[in-house]
């Protein structure tokens, strides 16, 4: 591993990526929180982390990549104490900052180049030409970048690196893609080298009983000596580490480094996010145990609403279905008061017809072509009848005159009453005027059927089927129509027989 030094060094010459910006072309001088915490130029693709810290999107992978426990240099640079879970870097751990790339975007810079007098915001500084350079100076720099891009891309091909568990036993080599794809695939086979060198530093270690703070502190001798030894039968018998990482890790190497400051350090950090993470799994138990107990809560709730709601569409249900039978026998009394109200029981029956034009006109059409009169008595217990008019006549009258005829229904004193109908019966279509009033009448032939006792609701009418000339109803010269209205009179002699 190789420990992460602030400052531009801590890229590797070998970097693909390319840092910040440097803050010399900026107009003004940069606030703190424009610059990379890594390379200290100003933000390029700026990434936040979840510790608060913003690096260079080339920084942060650079330091992701080059470390097996990456940890937020500018946490580090607090103390152990400044450390938290959210210290530690990963891909996943950080986004992108949109906020401060849009802030930075709109920077005012200028080139720094010879010559070129060309300024902006730093969106557009990479797009612009230095077009006032020397055709020479253009040359020149042409030429050094094709040979650097040469030169980068020949290490780049040759150089084969050692895999991290070298050390260890891992005899592969390859270039830093390849290394990360063995990396990747050969996991099982690293932790089974590692496996027996933890196990002999554990049985090398003799740890003392724990402090108050509940940590235990290797001896500075025992830790060294069990190392050494350890690292010692290693392939080659050769004691090393890249960059001098496991030394540092250890506090091991030639009596170098602190006296287990690191390793307690570590430790230290593992049983805090190891305690973190007890702490949010409590908690999420504890949530999810109250968010169950609140689900069966609101569903039992909602099975006794669906069942008040069930309850209550019967309850309706069944109102409508009384409201319907009760307007039913509402408009049957309705009915039967309006009957009420138009009966007669002395044998004489006014009959008025309004809106005449409209009933007429039905009557040509054949959409009514004939009306029936409110039922009327002879007497108060005599026969019950009506009258049937044709405004466009019946039989012999049809089209020329109005027909009106007389039928017996049957009623409730039938059983009492003589039979068959022999009473005259006078038909009277009055001059609203009262000058001329058209006058029919006519005996009943007992013999007929429309004159005896009513075996069905109503007989066959009988009457007069040329009542009154069509031309003459509608001459202006009479006044049997007025306001659309005319009446007809009906009078029932109980004296004959």
Not at 36 to 57: D, E, F, I, P, S
Not at 130 to 147: I, Y
Not at 176 to 204: F, G, N, T, Y
Request: some cysteine.
């Amino acid at each position: 591993m190789a420990k992460l030094k602030s400052g531009v060094s801590s890229l590797p010459d070998e970097n693909v990526f390319v840092s910040g910006y440097p803050t010399s072309i900026c107009d003004l001088v940069p606030g703190n929180k424009y610059l990379c915490c890594n390379c200290n130029n100003v933000l390029k693709k700026a990434q936040q982390t979840l510790c608060g810290h913003r690096y260079c999107t080339p920084c942060l992978a650079w330091i992701i990549r080059n470390h097996e426990s990456p940890i937020c240099p500018k946490c580090k640079q607090g103390g152990p104490e400044a450390l938290t879970e959210d210290s530690y870097l990963s891909a996943d751990r950080a986004f992108s900052d949109a906020a401060i790339n849009k802030e930075i975007s709109e920077l005012r810079v200028h080139c720094v180049t010879a010559n070129c007098n060309w300024s902006g915001v730093l969106r557009d500084y990479e797009k612009h030409k230095c077009e006032k350079r020397s055709p020479d100076d253009q040359m020149q720099n042409k030429n050094g970048m094709l040979a650097k891009g040469k030169n980068q891309n020949s290490v780049n091909n040759n150089w084969k690196e050692k895999c991290r568990f070298s050390l260890l036993g891992c005899t592969y080599k390859g270039s830093r893609d390849k290394l990360k794809e063995h990396e990747k695939s050969s996991v099982v086979a690293h932790l089974s080298l590692i496996a027996p060198l933890l196990m002999q530093i554990k049985e090398s270690l003799s740890l003392p009983e724990p402090t108050e703070n509940g940590f235990q502190y290797p001896r500075q001798d025992s830790t060294a000596q069990a190392v050494r030894k350890v690292l010692s039968n290693l392939p080659n018998g050769e004691l090393y580490a890249v960059n001098g990482d496991i030394a540092q890790d250890c506090g091991c190497l030639n009596g170098v480094g602190s006296t287990g400051t690191d390793l307690h350090t570590r430790l230290a950090m593992l049983e805090a996010r190891t305690q973190v993470f007890e702490n949010i799994i409590s908690v999420l138990n504890r949530e999810m145990d109250s968010a169950t107990g609140k689900l069966a809560a609101a569903l039992e709730q909602k099975n006794e609403e669906q069942q008040k709601v069930k309850a209550c569409e019967q309850k309706i249900t069944d109102l409508r279905c009384t409201l319907a039978t009760k307007e039913m026998a509402i408009n049957e009394l309705h009915m039967r008061l309006s009957t009420l109200e138009q009966t007669s029981y002395d044998g004489v029956f006014l009959w008025k017809i309004s809106n005449f034009t409209q009933k007429s006109h039905d009557a040509v059409t054949g959409r009514a072509i004939s009306l029936y009169s409110p039922a009327f008595y002879t007497a108060r217990y005599g026969y019950k009848v009506c009258l049937r008019i044709y405004l466009n006549g019946d039989g012999a009258g049809k089209g020329t005159h109005v027909s009106l005829f007389f039928a017996i229904m049957k009623g409730e004193y039938d059983a009492l009453l003589p039979w068959p109908f022999k009473h005259k019966v006078t038909f009277m279509l009055l001059d609203q005027n009262n000058r001329e009033h058209v006058f029919d009448a006519f005996r009943p032939d007992i013999t007929s059927a429309s004159f005896q006792r009513p075996v069905n609701d109503m007989n066959i009418a009988s009457g007069c089927p040329l009542f009154c000339l069509l031309s003459k109803l509608q001459s202006s010269k009479n006044n049997y129509l007025k306001d659309d209205t005319l009446f007809i009179r009906c009078i029932i002699d109980a004296s004959s027989s």
